[in-house]
Structure formats: C-alpha cells, structure tokens
C-alpha cells in the first residue's frame, strides 16, 4: 500500500470525533512520507518532539493534532504504572494521532497490555491482513514464498519487541519462526539482503534478476531496469545461500504457461538461476507450437498494449536464453499475439518492433504457428484483407493532387523498408494486411472495384496498373517532368513498379536490391511530396521458399495466373491428403463464385518444383501478408 492509500484511511477520521488515534502505517512506507501525507488532511499537524523525551514526558501545545510516531518511545509499549497513567491521560485530553507500522500492533498487546491503548481507536489500511492473524499460522515449509510470513521473520530477527511479543503470545509458532531462520541461515544475511525478506514477491523476484544480470552484463541490467523499473541495490550477492536456493526451488516449480504469462518476473529469476529446469520447460511448450498444438492458448482479451509490453521482455529473455529453440520461441510470441490483435490497429512503431524480432528467428519451423493463426484470421474473416485496397481507395478519393506508389513485393522483413516507415510515415497506421492470395492480379482485380482507373492521371495500361520505374522518374528529366506537370494540374495518379517482383527473387541479393531501391523511394518522395500527398504501398510482400521444403503439387491452378511460381494454388477440386497446408474459400474478382485456395503452412514451403531458395509468394505469411502502406503528407 503506498501514501494514495494511506490517505484514504486518513480520510476516514473526518470529523476527528475521538479524543486519539493509532494510525498504523505499512512498513515499506517512509516516516516523512506518512508525516507529508497526514499534513495534506490536516495542515494544522505537528510532530511532538521526541528527542531525549521519555514517553511519560509528551506534553503537546497547540490545538493539534499531535503526531507521536511510537517508535521513538521504546517503553510505551511495556509502560511503568506513572508512564501508563501520562499517556492514558494524554489520549483523554488532547488531539493525538500515535503512528506505528503495522507490525507493531502486536507489542502493544503483548506481553502486557497497557491501559492508555483501551483510550485510542486504531485505524489499520482495510487491505492488509493484521500480521498477528498470520503467527499462529506460521508454517516453515513456505514460509519463503510467501510475503506476510516473510515479514514476520524479518521483524522477528530486527525488533526485540516484536520477538517478545510473539514469544509470549505464541511460544509454538516463536519456535518454528526459530527454526525456519537456523535452517535458512537468515541471520548471516548481508544487511541489504535482508532487507528484501519483507518486499513483495515481484520486488524480491526482481531483485534477485538484478543480481544475476548485474554479474552478466551491465548493459542487460541496463535494459532490464527500463522494462522492470529500478530495484533495491544489493551490494553482496547472495547466490547459494539458503535463501536464494529455497526461493529459486519454489519458482522453478511453477514455470508458467504462455503466452501472457511469460512476462512475469518469475519466469526471468528462474531462467537466470534455473536455466536447464526452465528452458526444458519452454522448449516443450516451443516444439508443442511448432508442431501446431496451437488449440490451448488463450490469447485473452485484445490489449495493444500487450504487445509493446511482451516485445520488449520478449528482446531481454532472447538475450539470456541459451537453448535456441527457447530463443526463437520468444522471437516468435510478440508475432503470435499480433495475428490476434491486428484488428486493434496497434501503433505502427510497435508493429515494426515486433518484425525485428520475428526477422531474428533462426529454425524457420517456428514461424509455422505463426502462420496457422494468420490463415485461421483469414478464414474466419477476423480482420478486412482488403484493408490495403480500401485505404488506397479512401485516399485517392480526397482532393488532390494525390500520389500513390504500389512498389510490387515491398513487405515489412527487410530492415531498410522498416526504417523507410519509422522516418517518412506522418499518419497512422503505416502497414496493412494485403489479400488473402498475395499476388498482384489479387490487388489490382480489386481495387479496380473501388477506383475508376479512368479518372487517373496515366500510367493505367487497359483495365490494370502499366509497370514504370520509380527511378526513372528521378533521374530522367523527360519523365520528371511530365509527372511534375500532371501534379500541378491536380490530378491524382497511381504508378505501379514491378521491378523487385522481378528481379529481387534471389537469396543473397533480396536484402541488397530493396534496401537500393528503398534509396530511390526516398529520394522519389523528397522530389514530389511538395506537389502532392504521397501514399507508399505494395500488392504484396515476399518470403523466401527452400527446395527441402517443397510440397509435390496435387493439383492444377485454374488460372493460368496462378501457377508455379505462387506459393498457394487457387482450384476448384481442393485435395483431402496434402498435409502442411491451410486452406481458405477466397471469392476473386471476376471469378465464378466462390474457389478454394490452398497455402503452405510453413511460410518458407512452396507448392511445385524448386531447386534453389528463392523469394517468391502467392500464400500466406507474416511476410507476403502485413505491407507497408503509409502516408507522406504534403
């Protein structure tokens, strides 16, 4: 409980109707901070002094109220008769307001019980158990785990009138709190380590992480106090005592379940202490998704926050993980949560986050869950895979001059299209999900239905897109120009380039090409935007396929246009027996109702011969599926 709440038990004394009152306080509260808060109540308050002051010596002057804090009188919880009759007298006759933490109740009933505490009402904060409930309960076997325990054998160990009290009050449960201290040689703890046995869990938990990221790398411990917040410094470590190994036991045991779950404090002080226990655990859980055991999962309620929270521990687990599976399972989660919660829009900077990581997976097979959750949003129609059509209709649709750039296969894996979003975009959101069947006859076929291409200021060949070079029309004077002039007349215009579609296709010159004609595209926009809003977006994206992973086509394509070197096939006569494979009844425009279209579940298999990696697309995946599509305003 902190002062907000404390104030509220404060707010409780309003009119101030009994002469005195104890105010106990929770203990991890500072003194100063009770006073400040007191005086926000009552401004009028004043602290007695208390320095070489016996307790039978307080004579308070003014109206009040009196602050006594009572742990500066050690005898006032065992008077003499004379000192018990002085504050008996003082409760019945000024406005007194005796504060004490919590723990320290229990001394003022035992081993004697003095008369001037039958004077005074106690206010106690409503969500805090009195710690004498818990001393008769006392129980050695957990009493590390859990915090009220914890507490009493800290008081037990640092106040010598809290041992008395619960030696005369509960001589059984004083000789088990005995017991648990020997056996966990609690009393040779450093100072600082002490200390933590009354925190919360998360708080020791988190300390104790600290520790252990302090001894591994200061710039982890940097990163993990961003995420986590600062932490109690510890000066000596207490790696192998009986503390730590008894606390590390009990988190061992209750490795948690994903995904949520996984950013829990628990989950990192137990991978750093109990890295073999825990990550057998989390490899399990990662070959059970991998498999596509996906069923049990609860991706909860939609919370876009969520997904900044899991990237961000998600980065530091990958860091201190050693079992590369467990590394590429915490590289996949963020991805995970967002197939789910794409419909929330969350903010594009935390879209882009999560790509990095995803980008980072090394075994390709821990993208399959992946990519069976994003079918399954496709074939349940959770979220609008024409958003990126109706976007560039919506825009093009406002008055102009409007500008709209379809870079054919630019998706979000490259690093450079990411950096290309995070530096131009001005309006959120700046990607989309494209069609579900990534090709470009798919987009086009569509936004034909929402835009007259007639309207268009050139570069329209027929009923579709006619395919130019963004680069000509930076270097070219004659092309500049004649672009340049139509914007100045108000036209709105689409230019489609195919050329990454082209020639980008090849595993060790993909990253190089777009990250080149990434340069372009800026140096497109740096040229234009003056004249015009500028929308960048593609009709796909693409992912690299492998030979190895290639599964024997069963079927033949309807469509001439869907054939060998798209990932899905698009057919009438569905197969029953091809395994790694999603399908989805898709309605194509300009097609006789409804067809079934066939994708790997891999998102780096491909359906038809192969016999190099090559980048490719026609399916779905977290690359040909979320594109960038952001808006550069004038």
Known sequence: ?????????????????APSYLLLYPEELQLSTVFQTIRERFPEATVVDTEGVPAGGISPTGSGPHIVPLLDFPDAAAP??????????????????????????????????????????????????????????FDPKLALHDRNQRRILYYYMEHRQFRSAVKAA?????????????????????????????ESNNRLYRSLAAIKLREQNELQLAEF?????????????????????????????????PPFELTDIRLLTSQLYRTEETEEVIRQVATDLIEGNISHIDMGENNTNMIRKVASRCRLFTNIASNPTVCDFYRSLP????????????????????????A?????????????????????????????????????????????LVIDSLGLLEESVRNLIRNQADIEPGYAVSPAHSTTDTFVNELRDQVDFSNLGGYIEGTGLKS????????????????????????????????????????NSRAREVEDYVRTITRFISRFNSMADIMVTSDHGMVETFPEDVIE?????????????????????????????GSIEIEQTGSNGSETMITPLNPHSRIGTQTENIWTHGGISVEESLIPCFIVTA
Not at 336 to 351: F, K, M, R, Y
Not at 575 to 581: G, K
Request: net charge negative; glycine share 4%; with cysteine.
């Open 1 to 17: 409980m902190g002062a907000r709440e404390l104030s509220s038990v404060i707010e409780t004394l309003g009119s101030w109707e």
């Open 80 to 137: 003499n008769e004379s000192t018990d009759q002085a504050l008996k007298s003082l409760c019945e006759t000024s406005k007194t307001l005796f504060v004490a933490p919590i723990w320290f109740e229990i001394c003022l009933r035992h081993p004697s019980s003095p008369r001037w505490v039958t004077r005074i009402e106690t206010l106690r904060p409503s969500d805090t158990e009195a710690i004498e409930d818990t001393i008769p309960k």
């Open 170 to 198: 509960y001589r059984g449960a004083s000789t088990r709190i005995e017991i648990c201290i020997e056996k966990n040689a609690l009393d040779s703890l450093p100072n600082d380590v002490k200390k933590l046995l009354p």
């Open 225 to 257: 106090r961003q995420m986590y917040g600062d932490i109690r410094q510890i000066n000596a470590s207490p790696v192998n005592t009986p503390l730590v190994e008894t606390i590390l036991d009990g988190i061992s045991r209750e490795i948690p379940l």
């Open 335 to 358: 991805a995970l949560i967002l197939t789910q919660q794409i419909t929330e829009a969350p903010a594009t900077d935390d879209v882009l986050d999560i790509i990095d990581i995803y």
């Open 360 to 404: 980072k997976i090394e075994n390709h097979e821990a993208k399959s869950p992946i990519t069976n959750l994003l079918t399954e949003g496709y074939r349940g129609g959770k979220f609008d895979e024409l958003y990126n059509v109706h976007r560039v209709a919506d825009f093009l649709e406002e008055p102009g001059p409007k500008l709209v």
């Open 468 to 507: 130019q070079s963004v680069r000509s029309f930076v270097n070219q004077n004659e092309d500049r120009d004649e672009l340049q002039n139509r914007l100045n007349a108000g036209e709105s215009i689409i230019l489609y380039d195919a050329r990454l579609d082209v020639s980008a296709r090849y595993e």
């Open 553 to 581: 086509r069963h079927v033949t394509g309807d469509s001439s246009s869907h054939t060998t070197h798209n990932r899905g096939v698009i057919t009438s006569s569905p197969p029953s027996n091809l395994s790694n494979i």
